[in-house]
Nanobody, 119 residues
Framework: QVQLVESGGGLVQPGESLSVSCAAS????????MAWYRQTPGNQRNLVAL???????NYADFVKDRFTISRDNAKNTVYLQIASLKPEDTAVYYC?????????????WGQGTQVTVSS
């Protein structure tokens, strides 16, 4: 019923910028925290950035300079802008959100969107 759908991933060259988005849909009352994670094969799924319902943000130390998380509450959408992409940014980027529905508060994951940085 409730879905998180990521979009915007793709193949980009080093130094380029990219924005990915994640939209929450379905029967929901509100979307609280939203976050982006990324994962590469053999590695943990790591938090990249988080944004609260009122716009407060937290970033992983190593990505703060190039990554910007934002949200559009009217669209229940979270965005991640990545500047100056590096090959090591290559990963599947996952959206995560705390969503309040009729059954209560639950955490949801999107299906992930692949970001590949390569020449």
């Amino acid at each position: 019923q409730v879905q998180l759908v990521e979009s915007g991933g793709g193949l980009v060259q080093p130094g380029e910028s990219l924005s990915v988005s994640c939209a929450a849909s379905g029967s929901l009352f509100s979307v609280l925290n939203m976050a982006w994670y990324r994962q590469t094969p053999g590695n943990q799924r790591n938090l990249v950035a988080l944004i609260s319902g009122d716009g407060r943000t937290n970033y992983a130390d190593f990505v703060k300079d190039r990554f910007t998380i934002s949200r559009d509450n009217a669209k229940n959408t979270v965005y991640l802008q990545i500047a100056s992409l590096k090959p090591e940014d290559t990963a599947v980027y996952y959206c995560n959100a705390d969503i309040l529905t009729t059954t209560g508060l639950a955490n949801y994951w999107g299906q992930g969107t692949q970001v590949t940085v390569s020449s």
